[in-house]
């Protein structure tokens, strides 16, 4: 079993939407990342959290460190907002999850 | 400027040759780092370096060695390269080790 749990593997939503991605880790952790990968290859640095919530834009993450879980939410998606949203937490050296895909449609 | 630059972006080479990927940040970051994504795009780290320390060694076989010459660049050598070794190699950069990530655009190996 992997050490960092995501959740849904893919995800296809309808432009306008509101978006959640899930992320279970079973580690201790000093800080958790929320990275996009774009269609092209290349990684974004989104969040990185160690307590609370925190928004970017249409962009809000959450974590909860008691029950080990953080969140990835999208608000009013759009189409350019496909990409695969990867998870990550460090405990010394850095776990990831196995990404979710996410497909918004015009 | 491009933060993060890693070069080549594509290589192809035969199994048994021994070749390098360089990674140079102009952020003046303290930690760089390389990871590896495999052909399911799982990403796994693979090394970090701070202050030209090496923190931490996932385990790698020891044909992969990370090399840096300044706090600027951490390039990657691989010897004797095999065909499991195909996939993509990223280099990332951060202030701290709990800092956000500065990911380079990725190069694609391919050992024939």
């Known amino acids: 079993k992997n050490e960092v749990e995501q959740s849904p593997q893919n995800l296809t939503a309808q432009e306008g939407e509101f978006i959640t991605i899930n992320c279970s880790y079973s580690?201790?952790?000093?800080?958790l990342h929320w990275l996009q990968q774009h269609p092209g290859g290349g990684i974004v640095s989104l969040f990185m959290?160690?307590?609370g919530k925190k928004k970017h834009g249409r962009l809000i993450a959450t974590i909860n460190i008691q029950e080990k879980h953080s969140s990835l939410h999208i608000t009013a998606s759009h189409p350019r907002d496909s990409a695969v949203y990867i998870c990550a937490a460090n405990n010394n050296d850095m776990r990831f999850g196995a990404g979710t895909r996410l497909t918004v449609k015009p | 400027d491009t933060a993060v630059s890693q070069t080549p972006k594509y290589l192809v080479t035969q199994m048994g040759n021994d070749k390098s990927i360089k990674c140079e940040q102009n952020?003046?970051?303290?930690?760089m780092y390389w990871y590896k994504q495999d052909s399911k795009k799982f990403l796994k780290i693979m090394f970090s370096?701070?202050?030209?320390?090496?923190?931490i060694n996932e385990t790698v076989p020891n044909r992969f060695s990370p090399k840096s010459p300044d706090k600027a660049h951490l390039n990657l050598h691989i010897n004797s390269l095999e065909l499991g070794d195909s996939a993509v190699y990223f280099c990332a950069s951060s202030q701290g080790r709990d800092e956000k990530l500065f990911f380079g655009s990725g190069t694609q190996l391919s050992v024939l």
């Open positions: 370096y701070n202050n030209k320390e090496l923190i």
């Open positions: 952020l003046g970051h303290d930690t």
């Open positions: 580690v201790g952790i000093s800080a």
């Open positions: 959290l160690s307590s």
